[in-house]
């Protein structure tokens, strides 16, 4: 008689005699069983599964940013089990993306809007329709008024930061499903980035983890 998890065995309705009397009947019940847990649980025995989850990640960065922030975000989710490869836009054909579980787009802004290799990126993007992405950006973060030194307001701020619309339009015109998005602001065009910005990143990456089922 082979070991039996707990759970295998209440899932099978208690049936754990007959190994050597039908062990054609009794190897069918186990792989059900089995089957049946690891799509309910993921796991065997108190322990995970081996992560199968992948994401793949493409940024635009152009002084260093949103790369930081992309190995941030690589490390957090590897926590999790998931597996993320890290990719510029620049190596990669948006007409020929790798298979994975949601993928991520990441770009800068200028002058309010989504770096122009991303935008071109993201409409010549071939996805199935329904594939689950995240859109996280590195915007530069409001500045006072030379004059009055006066900060902007939050609706003067979304008229003329629109990285994050314009790229939400780009991928509902692809059919794909935002399941997270995230903005992480940098002092200057150039960086750095923002003081606490690694905390940004990990509610982000939480989002992430929970749509591709890595909760916690």
Request: charge should be positive; include cysteine.
């Amino acid at each position: 008689m082979p070991i039996l998890h707990p759970e295998v065995v209440r899932y099978c309705g208690g049936y754990v005699q007959g190994w050597d009397s039908d062990q054609g009947d009794t190897c069918l019940r186990l792989n059900c069983a089995l089957h049946n847990l690891h799509r309910r649980k993921g796991l065997w025995d108190g322990k995970a599964i081996a992560a199968t989850m992948k994401i793949e990640y493409f940024h635009a960065s152009k002084f260093g940013n949103g790369a930081k922030v992309a190995e941030e975000f690589k490390n957090l989710v590897a926590a999790k089990g998931v597996t993320v490869d890290v990719h510029h836009i620049r190596d990669a054909r948006p007409k020929e993306l790798p298979q994975a579980d949601l993928y991520v787009f990441s770009s800068p802004g200028r002058i309010g809007k989504p770096i122009g290799s991303m935008r071109r990126f993201l409409k010549k993007l071939r996805l199935p329709p329904g594939t689950k992405c995240a859109i996280l950006t590195t915007e530069v973060a409001p500045q006072p008024d030379k004059k009055t030194g006066r900060m902007p307001t939050a609706e003067e701020v979304a008229k003329w930061q629109r990285i994050t619309p314009i790229m939400n339009e780009l991928i509902q015109m692809k059919g794909l499903t935002k399941v997270a998005e995230g903005k992480v602001l940098v002092t200057g065009i150039k960086g750095p980035l923002e003081d606490g910005w690694q905390k940004k990143v990990e509610a982000f990456a939480i989002q992430v983890t929970q749509s591709v089922g890595r909760v916690g």
